[in-house]
Every structure is written in C-alpha cells, then in structure tokens.
C-alpha cells in the first residue's frame, strides 16, 4: 500500500524525470525552474525540518509508521 512517503519519492522521480525530458526537447528554462523549484523545497525540508509535500501527501495518503 502507498503511504505519504513513498509518494513524495515517487513523486520527486517523475520531477525528474519530467526535467530530463524537458533538457531532451531543449526546453532549458523551464527545466532550470522545475529543478531550482526542487531544489529549494529540498533544502528547506533540509533545514527547518517541516516538508510541506508531506503534509499535503499526508492528506491523502496515510503516513509510513503505520505500517
């Protein structure tokens, strides 16, 4: 069963891969936004400890400890 974790990791790989398919079709400026999006949620997950696509995943998808 998916939970709010393994989400937000499935979600983070079609971010990326979203941004190799758009460097693939030469859409460098909207690749370079969608990874410094990426970037900066991942940095200030890092530092203040709260992921806000946690708490929205967490919504919807109940949390891995559950289980």
């Known amino acids: 069963m998916l939970c709010a974790e393994r ?3 499935i979600v983070q ?3 990326l891969g979203a941004i190799l398919t758009l460097v693939g079709i030469k859409m460098f400026a ?3 936004i969608l990874t410094a999006g990426m970037a900066f949620m991942l940095f ?3 530092v203040s ?3 806000p696509g946690l708490i ?3 919504k919807f998808f ?3 400890d559950k289980y």
């Open 7 to 9: 989400m937000q990791r």
């Open 13 to 15: 790989a079609f971010i």
């Open 30 to 32: 909207a690749a370079f």
């Open 44 to 46: 200030f997950a890092g």
């Open 49 to 51: 400890g709260v992921c």
């Open 56 to 58: 929205v995943l967490r």
């Open 62 to 64: 109940p949390p891995c």
